[in-house]
């Protein structure tokens, strides 16, 4: 399986901060996409990427921010966190094959 | 907008009972379907896929067809075990600008008793 790596995994922070979540991966896969996972909502897509800085909005975009730097490396930030942004966020990569790799995810809790 | 619906869960079976999970899609275009599986506290992991009308994708005894005139990829497996306990995403994938950008369904949860 294609190595990713989310980090950190359990985050616990307070309203108002900011967060970053990271995510590394060592296959070369130039798509990289951030979802959150919430109870009865499935999968929602944040933000995603089709190349070293090239980025744009999913679905539920309002309120984060990303940037990719290098193939490998997709960053999700929360510039100033809500309690409404508890969650688990996945991470996942694609080559040009269409088939998603995920990470374990990042649980977060906003206080 | 692309769109996934798949019936809700959960989905309660005794081990070797027979599955059915239903999931149709709206979309523009000739997406590629998948199934997801999510095992407790990891992510998501491919199950199967199928890149075109009438393909058939198949992985450890899990079997969905790919119905372009009913826009339908059920998810169905004939005798399942305790171990397929799991929460089951079906999910499309269509070209856009260039990029591929995947939509998924809100999950199904199955839970099998011995």
């Known amino acids: 399986d294609a190595g990713i790596t989310q980090s950190p995994r359990h985050k616990v922070t307070e309203t108002g901060t900011p967060v970053t979540l990271r995510c590394h991966q060592t296959?070369?896969?130039?798509?990289m996409y951030w979802y959150r996972q919430d109870p009865g909502h499935g999968l929602r897509l944040i933000h995603y990427?089709?190349?070293?800085?090239?980025?744009d909005k999913g679905e539920v975009s309002d309120g984060y921010s990303v940037s990719r730097s290098k193939t490998e490396d997709f960053l999700l930030t929360l510039e100033s966190a809500t309690s409404s942004q508890t969650s688990v966020y996945f991470c996942?990569?694609?080559?040009?094959?269409?088939?998603?790799?995920f990470g374990s995810g990042t649980q977060l809790s906003v206080l | 907008g692309d769109s996934v619906t798949q019936m809700e869960g959960p989905v309660t079976l005794s081990e070797e009972a027979f599955l059915t999970i239903n999931c149709t899609y709206t979309?523009?275009?000739?997406?590629?379907l998948f199934w997801y599986v999510q095992y407790p506290g990891e992510g998501l992991q491919l199950l199967l896929k199928?890149?075109?009308?009438?393909d058939k994708g198949s992985n450890k005894g899990f079997e969905a067809t790919y119905r372009k005139e009913t826009t339908s990829f059920h998810l169905e497996k004939g005798s399942v075990q305790v171990s397929d306990s799991a929460v089951y995403f079906c999910?499309?994938?269509?070209?856009?600008?260039?990029?591929?950008?995947?939509?998924f369904g809100r999950g199904t949860s199955l839970i099998v008793h011995p």
């Open positions: 979309a523009t275009g000739y997406p590629s």
């Open positions: 990427s089709y190349g070293v800085k090239d980025t």
């Open positions: 296959e070369n896969h130039r798509y």
């Open positions: 999910a499309l994938s269509s070209a856009s600008g260039g990029s591929y950008i995947p939509t």
């Open positions: 199928a890149t075109k009308a009438d």
């Open positions: 996942a990569s694609a080559g040009e094959g269409e088939k998603l790799f």
